[in-house]
């Protein structure tokens, strides 16, 4: 029994030595470790040196090369040479593009100036366009007077057509009558634009007859001076008066669609006499003249 007992006793040198084992291995497993760490470490040392002298030789060539350069441009500012074989400009790569990238880099490029390119040639267009269908009337009327009535009529410019001339060849009759309406009211004349209206048209020779008031003769035509004596080419018509047919009492208003009352009693139709003026010569005026008064005389006639 007691040497059984014995058996079960743990050995205390067998212990030992199982632990001095343990502790044999540990330390070869670290050392081990260690001894790679310190190799990985000297590796990446040398590979960090030959980095270091690979990029120490790259600045020196590169500096010695400026250096070159720098010596070669001083001799050739200096006249000493004409031209260095160190120093070369470099050219840049020819791109080839194909034709419709040609094209689209084209308009890439110049997308602004091609738009503000665009823009004038439509305006151009425009204009010519405007300018070449606008109708060239065969004959100007000039209504000086205020009178809304009389100048929206839908018949105005119907009206005197009819009694018109082809004089411009055109296969048409158009006669234009360009309202400028005149008062005594010198701000309300200014700030419409009368007042420059009245010197175009007066200066120049596109209008002889002209459809007016008292205030129109009184304020800007002297009769004398600009318009002919009607008395002398109508001497037995009731309306005529001096310089003046009278509109009131005609069939003006009728021919026009508009009430009697709305055709004042100082209303006239005159023809400008042929003078020179600012924009037009004597022989200008004459030459109007001769193309209207036939126009001038059938409206007299018809409204008689």
Known sequence: MKDKDKTNIPDPDSEDKKLDIQKSVFQVNKELRQQQENELKKQQEEIERQYAEREKKK???????LQNERIELMRMKQGLIDESETIKEEQPEEIKLSFPKKIGNFFFHNKW???????????????LYDLLSKPNPDMVILMLCPNESVSSSVYLESYFSELGVDSNKNGKVLVSVYYIPYSDDEYQNYTKGVTNKLTTF???????????????VTDLLVPEDSLVDLSKIYPDNPHVKDYYFYLKDTAFAQRLGIPDSEIPDDMYFAIRKPKDIINSSKEDMQETYDKDFPVFDNIVNDLT
Request: hydrophobic share 50%; charged share 20%; no cysteine.
């Open 202 to 216: 007066l200066n120049n020779a596109d209008g002889v007859v002209i459809i007016g008031d008292k205030t129109t």
């Open 59 to 65: 600045r020196e060539e590169y500096e010695k090369q």
């Open 113 to 127: 100036w091609l738009g503000i390119g665009a823009f004038f040639v439509f305006l151009i267009s425009f204009l």
